[in-house]
């Protein structure tokens, strides 16, 4: 291995030890960060935990206070039917929200206090000594919540307090406390920590990856040994070559040039390659000639047209030609990359859906429990509360569409292997229409399906593609069309086309590139998901989804669905 060789890899080995040594300093930063956030929110859980128990307490005051009045616990002159009933919800809490305790106290002097209710049916009238933080939530009459304390008898816990009082009087005659246990948090902690390792290998190994192409692609190259050396190398290269004078005009090119880019020497002989590079890129080239004239070589990613109009992805480098020492022109050697920029896009879509599945699961299954802890206390709140039904409703919706959101995040977490059977496609769709024909009838739109021939059965997951025409045919609704069209044929090489048209406002053209980015929308309370997962589900039943629009001209969308599982050739539609 030569010192030229050697000094690459040591340079290259050197990045990745900094990157890595980076990388996991920022992970240990970003964990602490993580972990502050997490102990700040469990306190606000517990704490509103806290006050919502409190505020159904403060329902039926005239219950508590005779639990609170009564003096020795042991003589059983308190209301059994009702400590039994708040023990059962007390003990139902715990587990719906996880604490460690939830319990009810009343203070008997400045610095004791006496349990009342815990939801475990331990003996009433336990004495013990009062915290500062719950001396400060009776003084404060407000709800408080800590941070990581130690307890003689529980250990490590983070408690949330809130006062139970007369709102009429102000008195207080109690408080409730939530207590989550350190293993709780350890649980979560464990979870995020998980996260953030997987970041952070995925982030050092891709810089390894970069970092190595990088200084791959800086590496200068050396020169032909002999004329002769040169000719037969470029004669022979897969890519172009071809060469400027000293007034930048065309004058010479290798075989590949006419092959990639359709123009023989002939076309550019002494002129400028103006007509060859896009005109946004001129200043790149020009600049890149002015380079080689000082002997120095540049290279960069630039656009070419062919002579039949279709444009390429190059990766140019430009170098001096010399003879003799003295500067006499540019060689621009030039490598067709299109494929490769193709399937980079690709890659970093795959693997940033796959980062957000990954990170959607975990998120979504951590919002989901207390979801299910706030609908279940809400419809709790509402059954004895009617005045606030209209609030209470409200609530309930919202809470219902974020699961609804999570659900979706969850879509993209699961594997993409379906279990496909047979499925009549005009069956699918016409149970579509019809579940939407009610919201499209209210919007006055005319909508309407048509098979232009005999639709065969295909392999596929009913279910999964009724979600993708419904979230396509809602669009189209939500677009302000008065007519959606759709029409069902077979092609010749075995695929059902599916074409949905409405007559609605229309897609700019740079905004449909980013159709099926999760979180990317056109809708002022979108999550961009629905479209999100419609691509997922159409990828996992290897179908094509392509749209046609214009502004103010409507939409056209056609979906392209093989009938046979193990046809997986990409379709081309005419």
């Known amino acids: 291995m030569n010192t030229h060789v050697k000094k690459r890899y040591t340079l290259i080995i050197l990045l990745v030890v900094v990157i890595t040594i980076a990388v996991t300093i920022s992970a240990f930063s970003l964990y602490g960060y993580i972990k502050d956030v ?273 444009i390429l992805d190059v990766h140019t480098t430009l170098f001096p030609m010399s003879i003799n020492g003295k500067v006499m022109g540019t060689f621009i050697y030039g490598r067709d990359v299109t494929k490769i920029k193709e399937t980079e896009k690709m890659l970093l879509k795959a693997e940033k859906l796959s980062v957000i599945g990954e990170l959607a699961a975990g998120i979504a299954h951590e919002i989901r429990n207390p979801l299910t802890s706030i609908r279940g206390l809400i419809q709790l709140l509402h059954s004895g509360d009617q005045i606030h039904s209209t609030y209470y409703q409200v609530i309930l919706e919202e809470v219902d569409r974020i699961n609804q959101i999570v659900g979706e995040l969850l879509v993209l977490a699961k594997p993409t292997k379906s279990q496909l059977v047979k499925g009549n496609i005009e069956e699918v769709m016409q149970s579509v229409i019809t579940l939407l024909t009610p919201q499209s009838n209210l919007n006055g739109i005319d909508m309407f399906i048509k098979a232009l021939d005999p639709i065969p059965e295909i392999d596929c997951e009913p279910n999964s593609l009724k979600q993708v025409f419904l979230n396509m045919i809602k669009n189209s609704i939500e677009a302000e069309a008065k007519k959606i069209e759709i029409k069902l044929s077979k092609t010749k090489d075995d695929f059902v086309k599916v074409m949905i048209k409405d007559d609605g406002c229309g897609i700019d053209e740079e905004r449909i590139k980013h159709l099926g980015e999760p979180f990317y929308s056109m809708k002022e309370k979108g999550t961009g998901l629905g479209l999100t997962v419609s691509y997922k589900i159409l990828a996992d039943h290897h179908a094509t989804i392509r749209y046609f629009s214009q502004l103010g001209q409507g939409t056209e969308i056609e979906i392209c669905l093989p009938i046979h599982a193990d046809l997986k050739n990409i379709h081309k539609a005419t």
């Open 38 to 310: 997490v102990i700040n929110e469990i306190g606000k859980n517990a704490a509103n935990t806290s006050m919502t128990i409190a505020e159904f307490i403060e329902q039926d005051l005239d219950s508590y206070k005779k639990l609170y009045d009564t003096k020795e616990y042991k003589e059983g002159t308190y209301n059994k039917v009702y400590y039994d009933k708040m023990q059962k919800l007390f003990n139902k809490l715990i587990k719906q929200t996880g604490a460690k305790y939830i319990y009810t106290e009343k203070r008997v002097s400045d610095d004791e206090i006496v349990y009342i209710l815990d939801g475990k049916g331990q003996v009433l009238g336990v004495k013990e000594k009062m915290s500062k933080l719950k001396i400060k939530t009776y003084n404060n009459e407000a709800p408080m919540y800590s941070e990581i304390i130690s307890d003689e008898i529980w250990g490590p816990i983070i408690s949330g307090f809130t006062p139970i009082k007369d709102n009429k009087t102000g008195e207080v005659y109690g408080f409730i406390g939530v207590d989550f246990s350190l293993q709780y948090i350890q649980n979560i902690l464990f979870k995020v920590k998980q996260v953030i390792t997987l970041v952070s290998l995925l982030v050092i190994f891709l810089s390894s990856i970069i970092a190595y192409i990088i200084f791959q692609r800086v590496i200068d190259r050396e020169y032909m040994e002999s004329q002769q050396k040169y000719k037969s190398l470029a004669d022979n290269t897969p890519d172009y070559l071809y060469i400027l004078d000293k007034k930048g005009h065309f004058i010479e090119s290798n075989p590949q040039f006419e092959t990639i880019t359709g123009y023989s020497q002939s076309d550019l002989i002494n002129k400028e390659p103006s007509n060859l590079i896009l005109e946004e890129y001129h200043r790149i080239i020009d600049n890149g000639i002015e380079q080689t004239r000082k002997g120095l070589t540049t290279r960069n990613d630039i656009q070419i047209k062919k002579k039949d109009g279709t």
